[in-house]
């Protein structure tokens, strides 16, 4: 495996900023990177926890091949341990008797269900880095597109060495506090930040929130991180989810009026926010001229006015990539 050195016996993992230091035999702080006599590996490669077929809209990518679904598979581990995981079954636990799925049959499953490409979702996919580079490499040969889902916790080396074989992601954005990704994920937001500017460089790029009541919901903190993201591209398209109490977080779920005004302050600086996890709001409308450019009702998504890219009705050109 790449991206690791070695210190007396320990082995210093380097694809994340934790850089865990592995004693032998050990694991690292996602339970999926092993010091194996001496040597990093990855004992969890091709063990799938999810394959699906999913509406792209569900990643959510709203922007990307609109209406169409995706053949999508999800991992087990993750170098976050956020107590309000929505997929903690998956994130926080390890299974490793299960089914192995190689790269070469991953990409033939994705090509059985005629889907455009391969989503890699629902647990953290970048601790799995081997086994998404080389499934993207073969997915990428065989013209299917491929799309991370990810917390973007990820060294800058090995997210040069995988981008060009990406083409679409959304990355979470947990909060726009150093302390809140410190003490509540053990992690630090800055390089957050990084992944998401290198990545805007080459990819088609959605960012999504996840609303906590009085954990990261303060207008100020929004309207910063909406202008951090305004400051890399004004199109991204931002993702505002609701909250629901799940995993060690017993909060209250968010208001869908927080989400609504959250959504509003975050268009001051931003041309495409949608709210999500509530119903409502989530059309995609022309930032120039206020046509409807696709229409959402559920997962149920129709483009409308769109035409080469841009606004039919004014020729705006629109931020995504579209068929
Ligand atoms: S990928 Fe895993 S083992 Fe490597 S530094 Fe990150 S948490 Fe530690």
């Known amino acids: 495996m790449s991206y690791s050195a070695s210190h007396n016996s320990d082995l210093i993992c380097g694809l994340c900023p934790h850089a865990c230091r592995i004693a032998s035999g050990n694991l690292g702080t996602c339970r999926v990177r092993e010091n194996k006599g001496g040597s990093l590996s990855l004992p969890l490669y091709g063990k799938l926890s999810a394959l699906a077929v999913d509406p792209i809209e569900k990643k959510p990518l709203y922007h990307f091949f609109p209406g169409n679904a995706i053949f999508s598979v999800g991992f087990y581990g993750c170098n976050f341990h956020c107590p309000f995981c929505q997929n903690y079954t998956i994130s926080q636990e390890i299974r490793k008797n299960v089914r192995t799925v190689l790269p070469a049959e991953c990409v033939d499953l994705a090509l059985q269900h005629k889907s455009f490409g ?26 299917l597109r491929n799309v991370l889902v990810t917390n973007g916790y990820l060294n800058q080396k090995p997210l040069k060495e995988l981008l060009p074989y990406i083409d679409a992601a959304n990355v979470d954005l947990k909060s726009f506090s150093d302390s809140f ?143």
């Open 181 to 323: 990704y410190r003490d509540e994920l053990g992690g630090s937001l800055k390089p957050v930040m990084r992944f998401i500017e290198t990545a805007a460089e080459s990819i088609h790029l959605e960012v999504t929130t996840l609303v906590i009541p009085g954990k990261n919901d303060s207008d100020d903190e929004i309207s910063s991180l909406a202008r951090f993201l305004s400051s890399v591209n004004r199109g991204i398209p931002y993702h505002l989810s609701a909250y629901y109490p799940t995993y060690k977080y017993t909060l209250q779920a968010t208001k869908a009026e927080t989400i609504f005004h959250l959504a509003e302050l975050s268009s001051e600086f931003l041309d495409y926010v949608y709210p999500g996890n509530i119903p409502g709001g989530s059309d995609t409308r022309c930032p120039a001229c206020g046509a409807e450019l696709i229409s959402r009702r559920g997962y149920y998504t129709r483009v409308t006015g769109l035409k080469k890219g841009g606004c039919s009705s004014c020729g705006e050109e629109i931020y995504g990539m579209f068929a």
């Open 118 to 143: 391969i989503a890699y979702t629902y647990s953290e996919p970048l601790v799995h880095f081997e086994y998404v580079l080389d499934t993207a490499r073969i997915a990428r040969e065989k013209g």
